[in-house]
């Protein structure tokens, strides 16, 4: 089973006042859908743009698995456990919130930050919060997130290239540019497909450049 969501279906949100645009894809603060609260393991995916000098305070987290990828810009991250990174394009960021942490997100640079965030629940709650930074990721090999049991597949494929999509239970696809076929589906970016019943169907890349993220949920 395929289920297309359009990136026009987002929740708005963010604080455009300070320089802050966010698409919501579930339910999220003031946005609740009972009917749209999760998918898998998976329980926001967050398209993010701040403004140079705009940012998310030091807020707490727990209990949540947080993987990000930056898709224009760069991204200052510093946490109450004493990381300060840099997450540029290719990166993977992942924060395990665990049973408590503290973080900021800003652009510190000169030219606007785009990003897509997205949240996990972890099998198990509670544990102690750890940081990772995977620099130039290489999509021949998916980042692996074993405490939500999922795998990130990061893909670019040239047009005309055929992906098949991971036969697992569940399996979330995200569109950050470019376009694709999904079994007869057009998807754009911002857009995204949930499949179930682990058949793997397959991506065909109709416009360039592509890029998307896959979420292989096994749990």
Known sequence: MIDVRRS????????????????????FGSHYDPDNLRFGALI????????????????????????TWVVEGELTHRDSAGHATVVRPGDVQRLSSASG?????????STPLVFVQMWLAPRTPGGEPSYQVVRA?????PYALAPSYALLHIRRPAVGERITVPPAP????H????????????????????ITDGEGPELIATDGPVEVLIWEMTG
Request: aromatic fraction near 4%; include cysteine; charge should be negative.
């Open 8 to 27: 026009d279906e987002r929740y708005s949100g963010g604080d455009p006042a300070r320089g802050i645009t966010t698409r919501h894809a579930f339910s």
């Open 44 to 67: 926001a995916c967050n398209e993010e743009r701040l403004e140079p000098g705009a940012g998310f305070d030091e807020h707490p987290h727990d209990h949540t698995e947080i993987v």
């Open 101 to 109: 942490v503290r973080h900021e997100e800003r652009n510190d640079g």
């Open 137 to 141: 990721v290489d999509e021949a090999e």
């Open 170 to 173: 569940a399996v979330y696809v």
């Open 175 to 194: 569109v950050v540019r470019g376009a694709l076929r999904l079994d007869g589906h057009a998807l754009g970016p911002g857009d995204a497909a949930r």
